[in-house]
Structure formats: C-alpha cells, structure tokens
C-alpha cells in the first residue's frame, strides 16, 4: 500500500531569493511547491523603501516559471533612517507584509542594519500601532560574545528589552536554533512566532566542525549543540502555533562559499518538502507537519491557509541533484545525509 500525505500548500516564512540571475535560477525551486513566502530584503543595495520592495516583487514575479500562482510577500530592511511614514504607507498599500531587523553586522549583507536600537524607536512603535509585524535576526554581534552564545545574549540584552518597551509589537524570532529561543518564544503570547529552518532540524555544530570543515553546513545562526538540535524538532513537531517553517534556503555559488572567508547559508529549497516529512515521520508526528509547513504561519501572519494543497508519498529513496545551475554559477544543496523516502507529486 503506498503511504500518501496531503497538506495545504506550504508557505516559506524566511526566504533568500537574491536578485538577477541568481533570482532567476532559485525562484522556480521554490515556486514548485511553496504557495508564499516572506522573501528577505538583503539585496545589495538592501531593500528599504515601500517602492523598492514593489520593483524587487516586480522582478520575482518576471523570474517565476509561465503559469505559476507564488505569491511574493515582501519585506522592508529596517535601517536607522527608515522613515515611520513610508513603512506604513507601504503596509497600507499592501506592498509590504512585514519589515526586517538585521543588527548590524550579524549576517550577510547587514552592514546597513541597526546598530543603535533607540534610533528605531519610533518606526517600532508604528509597528505596533499598524500591526506591521518584525521580523529579527536574533543574534548580537558583540565581538567579546562567543557565536554559540549570541542568541541566547541577544533575547536577554535587545530583544526582551524592545518587546517590554513596545507593547503590541508583533515579533517574529527568525531562524531559532537554540533551547533558550525555543523557550522565551513559547511563552511569548499570540504577538510572538518563531520561525525554525529545515537545516537546523537536521544539523548540529559537529556536522559542520568534526572530521574536516563542511562549509555547506556553515549559516547564521551556526548551528549549535545537538541538544539545541532536538529542542527545536520538538517544537518544530509540537503543534504549538508558535513554532513555523521558515527554511531560511540562502543560495550563495559555491565559488562564495567554498573561500578562506567563505559566506554563510544553506541552500534548502529544492528538497526542504522531502527532508522535512522525513524528520516529522522520525518523531512520529507527520500529522502536524500541516501546522508547521502550512497553517501556523499564516496564522500568525493573519492570512488565510493556501487553498491549494501538496502529496507528499512514500516510497523508495528520492534523488535530488547534488548542486542546481545558475548563471552566476553552481549552487550547491544541502545534503539531509540521510535517504529521504517521500517525494513530492507534481
Ligand atoms: C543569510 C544570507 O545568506 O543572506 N545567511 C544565512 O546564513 N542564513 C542571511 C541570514 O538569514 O542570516
Ligand atoms: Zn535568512
């Protein structure tokens, strides 16, 4: 008897997309099976004004293969100059459906990002007033705080701090990847959700250190110890409608990644459907893959569930290819280093 599971259409709630050619190459991938996604405003220059992200959305749309129905939700970089007044025009106007916080200097390409959090006060504070949600790279950047500490710092030092000054802020805690971030999220109410990625449910630092350096593996947040690994497929696999996908797929050529400094992201996209359902079917809870993939997010995001839905069937190993092309060149994906038994039907 073949095994067979249908969800509504997935939605990715953190995405890289890029630009031009890139753009062109890794939007079909994830067009295949995600109805939406939040795409990230880390373009260089970044996205910052509401026509900005309307041109970038402009431009997603072109690279999307002839018939597809993605939907693009795009967000605003927040900066120390981001004025009150645009951002909410953009959200009025529907350009937008969230804005971004990146501290400065924490990831790939945040240099425009915030360092002075009391400069943002006021476009916080709009935020909350226009039910504008945030979505924070939760990480500090301090040079004295280790980088397996830096989450954990930053709920303590920035986050909390900017929740319990601004009531009614809805937060997003991008990418968590530790038990503290499982934690402060769970018991944060209905203004704050988490997004988990597809990697983090599959790699601790040992992937990336142990027995020779797996730059693939290399993203930010870095993975950490394998018990904050299994704190987040619990509450990746839970039900709780805090915890959504957000694959945080952030194609770089491997040329980019494969350098002395090389740059941080995994590129998860083409095969996140299949790995996910793998690691839901290992905890015994493929019947809550639907909350995570598909209906906590919009949930959060006060957006209806897709109607479309996806089968997913079980059966012998499915083969994705090692690397896709694009024409800024080869793009390696990530390896689930285990066999994943169901495929996606078309
Ligand atoms: C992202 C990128 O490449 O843009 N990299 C990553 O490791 N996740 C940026 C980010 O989300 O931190
Ligand atoms: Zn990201």
Known sequence: MTETLTIKTPDDWHLHLRDGAMLRAVAPETARHFGRAIIMPNLVPPVVTGQEAAAYRDRILAALPEG????????????????????????????????????????????????????????????????CPLCVHGEVV?????????????????????????????????????????????????ELGATITT?????????????GIKPHYYCLPVAKREEHRLALRRAATSGDPTFFLGTDSAPHTDANKLLPCGCAGCFTATNTLSILAEVFEQEDALDRLESFASLNGPKFYRLPANEGTLTLTK??????????????GPVTVFDPMMPLHWRVES
Request: hydrophobic share 35%; proline share 6%; aromatic share 6%.
């Open 199 to 211: 990697h983090h449910l599959v790699i601790n630092r040992n992937h990336i250190l142990a027995g």
């Open 142 to 190: 301090d040079s004295d705080i280790d980088i397996f500490d830096r989450e954990a710092v930053f709920i303590e030092r920035v986050l909390d701090p900017i929740r319990r000054a601004t009531p009614g802020l809805r937060v997003v805690m991008e990418h968590i990847t530790t038990m503290q971030g499982v934690e402060y999220a769970s018991e944060g109410g209905p």
């Open 68 to 131: 597809s129905r993605f939907t693009p939700l795009m967000t605003l970089y927040l900066t120390e100059d981001t004025d009150p007044e645009d951002l909410a025009q953009a959200h009025d106007e529907g350009l937008i459906t969230a804005v971004k916080l990146y501290p400065a200097g924490a990831t790939t390409n945040s240099a425009s990002g915030v360092t002075n959090f009391d400069k943002v006060r006021p476009v916080l504070e709009k935020m909350a007033e226009i039910g």
């Open 315 to 328: 059966g012998a190993p499915v083969e994705y290819p090692t690397q896709i092309e694009t024409g800024d």
